[in-house]
């Protein structure tokens, strides 16, 4: 049995799917982001998931996908983890979340573009993935992720910059005590993680001038930065995977018209798409 998950710092998918492609079962742990959380923290959220130790021995390849695995020391740490946990695996593979996102969204050549707690994009030729621009993370860049968007509404909220009635609702909502937020971003563990976690504040409540505004100016930066710096933009489709991707959808296709670029698939889970992707062209059921 082959057991695929696709991880980033807030949530991690499991699927176990046997011989014939049939799904045995489906699990969610806590986020598995190596770039971000310490081994102790990722053995404790992989242990901690029943479903997970009730077949670890049965399970025979590992096939994990996730934020934070770009580079060899992360990824050497998550297999290593794998490797001890599922005793009986004759194989572990780690790969970035980027791979898992162009197997979710084409089979064409075409751009592949993550929207969701970071952000992150890669240009596929139908064989390779290509990156202009490597991602350094949600200090530096993930514009129009989860993260970016939590920092433009706190941003908003103390510079008085969000408008009143939604600031009140903003309040009641979440602790927005500033040695709060200092301790949560500054002195704690997974910073990216709790600032996405207020992005939820934008997609829930009723569309208005506001959060337009806010979102356009993401993904205008995303564009921009992420998939214009791509040659091949206007040439092949742009595919979105995430989220933040999945309810913003009429505000990408309006950002990208003007560039004349062509919007592909838009996935809101990767997980399912990557499942349809094994049984075509790995385990060939």
Not at 188 to 207: C, G, H, V
């Amino acid at each position: 049995m082959i057991l695929l998950a696709d991880g980033g710092s807030t949530k991690c998918d499991w699927i176990l799917l046997n011989a014939q492609g049939e799904q045995v079962f489906k699990t969610r742990t806590k986020g598995l982001n190596p770039a971000v959380f310490p081994e102790l923290v990722l053995e404790q959220r992989i242990e901690e998931n029943i479903d997970l130790r009730e077949v670890k021995d049965k399970v025979e390849r590992v096939h994990f996908f996730g934020a934070g695995c770009g580079t060899e020391t992360p990824r050497k740490l998550l297999e290593d983890i794998f490797t001890n946990f599922f005793t009986n695996s004759n194989e572990v593979i780690v790969k970035e979340d980027i791979v898992a996102a162009v197997y979710a969204a084409t089979t064409e050549p075409g751009i592949v573009c993550i929207l969701g707690t970071g952000s992150n994009s890669c240009f596929y030729d139908g064989k390779e993935i290509q990156q202009v621009v490597h991602s350094l993370g949600y200090i530096l860049m993930d514009e129009a992720s989860g993260n970016y968007f939590g920092k433009r509404l706190i941003r908003d909220y103390y510079y008085k910059r969000m408008p009143p009635e939604l600031a009140t609702i903003f309040e009641q909502k979440y602790n927005l005590d500033s040695d709060e937020i200092k301790k949560n971003l500054y002195r704690k563990e997974n910073p990216n993680t709790y600032l996405a976690n207020f992005a939820e504040f934008i997609f829930t409540n009723e569309r208005n001038g506001y959060f337009y505004k806010l979102v356009h100016e993401g993904i205008t930066d995303f564009m921009h930065s992420r998939v214009l710096s791509y040659k091949q933009a206007q040439n092949v489709p742009v595919h979105f995977i995430g989220s933040i991707a999945f309810f913003s959808e009429d505000i990408i296709r309006a950002v990208a018209q003007p560039y004349g670029i062509e919007i592909g698939n838009i996935v809101r889970r990767p997980i399912d798409g990557l499942i349809e992707y094994y049984r075509n062209n790995v385990l060939n059921v």
